[in-house]
């Protein structure tokens, strides 16, 4: 047991350098290979804004942008993210890539104790650029992976529809300057 | 805390400000933007020099003698800082044992932070490893081995009083924490004499809050000063103040509790947890900052679990329907220890109080018996017994209806309390000042379009469709006196404390002793206060969560926050206005009568003509006192405190319906629609009322069809994890109408009461009806919640 387990320390302890790229910034640093994308934004980098609910992949409060696409921090190993770009609910609110939703949700009141926000965002957005015309039921779909317990979902499928819906009734082309249609 | 720095969402989403002022308004959260960009503050965003980081090796098993601890290669290995056990906290923290002397003959044992010899649940805290990193305490606590010695479980509540299941504690004498009875006599003969009377067991799983922000604390001591600061993710700080000076025999005024943002609490977060106890020994044995975060397999095991309860419940009526008695038989689990400070005894005995609750009925008798076992205590959560008392009630008042083949809500407009019927007092002895479900039955009647409904459901039933509308009336208690806990010797305070003060540059800070969850408290705080003083609310800062800083008060629970903290802001707002005007009436050589501050500026009372900016006030008053008269200075810093001391409680009340699709194949239940008419009393802010109820309907509905804490036989629990544990999802909710009455209790000036819980009171007994009436060309019924599919399918007899 204890050989094991000093040989599992080794391995553990064997660290590999990476360079991710965090909201436009390179940041190089030995990581241990189990250490998830989460913990290094958090712990390494000290951006708390990306936030941990369960840490095995449910609950959908640790998702942030990993070369555009969302993806659970949880359930990413930051050395995966070697040579990419991250992107959290900080960087992404001072591109201003949010302002839409975040003034609907703010509107609606479609958060309350904020701990699923980030997420949550992030992942509305994704639904608007993959699915511009989804349908309600298709938003609620959509969102189910990202875990609420205050809101009781309805003001953030209201926040979102209504995002979706002045889309639509804007020009694309005045559409792609905020949300990469 | 929150500079309300602007209110755009005033003149923009949610139109303009009522001409009145802010109170009644659709005001938008201003301290929400910090969370929509992700900048909230939570206890494990805070780090501070040296420190040191806390897991917690926890029992796994129900119940077992600690037998030897190895833990040699825990203690070598890299960054561990020190491993400790429940003597060494022992020593600087005395234990406790969760009574309220109110609930008398309440029993159990004393509780140590960490397990002293024996552990009684799965879950309980036994050794704390602390390390630089938290991965690097994980880690060695994989290697201590621990020569557990298995004790007999009791597993099953209904057991647990026999006479051969073992006693937990053998010091107490048996396995009963707390018994109750409420009889008003005449109960027997009601029942024998009754034209109709239906009976019923309905059973209902333990469930746990599962706050997204998980339990976390972090103790700072510092040795040289002996000061005692804790960052806690809580609801109620001057309680927990209070405990910790108590506990480690500090002075009060050494003990400085911080509550920043709270991920969610529902109750979860009210209550004192060993492990609190423990990370707080650490920093003082140590001598450095540690924090201790829940890890979510942690919180299932560890959290406050509630509900199991086991209801045998009876109801009478006439042939016309009129309801004559109700009596209930509730058992109900709470493991091993009561919780601390405010017991495991509530839940069952708001069961008892609040049982029958909305209608006229003369007769009644309640039994409870609350029993220890070896679970994961449970203790307060959300809505309080009020869910199983309302789903109790309602299932009764439902087959009655059915079964004297009378409407649904024809049922309810027959036998709830009238309108001009207050104040009375209901058959279970609850005091009521005024509610007004009739009002709130003819406005669900409209709102969903009852008969229309009815209709619908009908036709489609001959398509082989099956649809049930479920509907639940409910009372809630909100605004509680002294009555929960003072009484009983618990120090958690009734009143809370308001500050208002006028800052040199015209803005008005508030402090108030009720904090922030995410429920709006500190903008519902501010819009009070700009309406009280007379300044727009973009000058008003509101600063909660910090017991050096705020008023003393109970923080927030039973649904208190708006009616008691709000009151209190109210009038301590006002008085502040008063002092303003009288400073200003000498500046102006004016009567004071004679002016008024409007937006922030001292006018005419009559004309409006313009006298003095607000902030002339704060200057003069601050840098020029020279120019004022002779005297005392103007005083423009006022404190109010208030308490609701003529009612135990004020009750509030609503009516609630569910729509449901049950699938009859499959045993899945689709939930077409909710509506919800509540009324309590003056609303603040409509847009959080809204959100309230609509929040607290959906926890309601996961308790019904969905969260259940699964027990083994060994009374280990078998789905701790967000994966197997079933919360509610965007794609299984209903849309939620909501509709509102408002009928303003006279016990304060503001008269609002609490709207946090309504929803999780009556979304259980309106969904559980709802199935039930989908179900009725089965003559099938279910009774045992969360309804699965699997329970659905075995009353239609597939399985």
Redesign the interface.
Known sequence: M?EY?GLL?KK??ESIEVTIRVNGVDHTRRV?PR?HLT?FIR?EL?I????????????G?CTVRLDGDIVRGCLVLAVQANGQDVE???GA?DRGD?VEL????????A????????GM?LTASSLLAEKPNATR?E???Y???????????????DAICEVMENRRQTVPQECESGCAL | MTLVSDIEGLHSANGPVADEGYIGARVSRPNARRHLEGRGTYVDDIVLARLAHVVYLRSPMAHARIGTVDADVARSMPGVIAIVDGKQVAEICSPWVGTLTHLVGMKSAPQYPLAMERVCWQGEPVLAIVAESRQQAEDALQTIVIDWQPLPVVAHMETALDANTPIIHPELGDNLCFSKTIDTGGVDEVFTNADCVVEETYRFGRHTGVTMETRSVLADFDPAERKLTVYQSHQAPHMMQDLYARHFSLPESAVRVICKDVGGSFGIKVHSYPDDFATVALSMLLKRPVKFVADRLDSFVSDVHAREHLIRARMAATVDGEILAFEIDDLTGVGPYSVYPRTSAIEGNQVLNITGGPYQHKQYRGHLKVVLQNKAPTSQYRGVGHPIACAVTEGLVELAAQKLGIDSLQMRKLNVMRDDAYPCTGASGIKLEKLSHQQCLSQLEELMDYQALRHEQEELRKKGIYRGIGLAVLVELTNPGAAFYGVGGARIAAQDGATVRLEPSGVVTCLVGVGEQGQGTETIFAQIAADAVGVPMDRVKVVTGDTDVTPYGGGTWASRGAGIGGEAVLQAGRALRRNMLEMAAVLLERDPASLDIRGGQVVDAKSGEFHLEVAELGRIANFRPDTLAAGSLPELVVTRTYAQREYPFVFTNGVQASYVEVDIETGFVKLLKHWAVEDCGRIINPLLVDEQMRGAIVQGIGGALFEECLYDDSALLRNGSMADYLVPMASEMPDIEIGHVQTPTKTSSLGAKGAGEAGTAGAPAAVMNAINDALLPFKARVTEQPITPEKILRAVGTI
């Open positions: 204890i387990l320390e553990m302890a241990e250490m913990d712990d000290g708390k804004t990306t936030r941990l609910g369960c840490e095995h992949g449910v609950c409060a959290t609910i900080d609110s949010l975040q003034a609907a949700f703010h509107a609606h009141n958060l309350q104790c904020g701990f699923c926000t980030s965002l039921d938003v609620r779909e969102m189910s992976g990202n875990y609420c317990r205050c809101t009781g979902y309805q003001s953030i499928i």
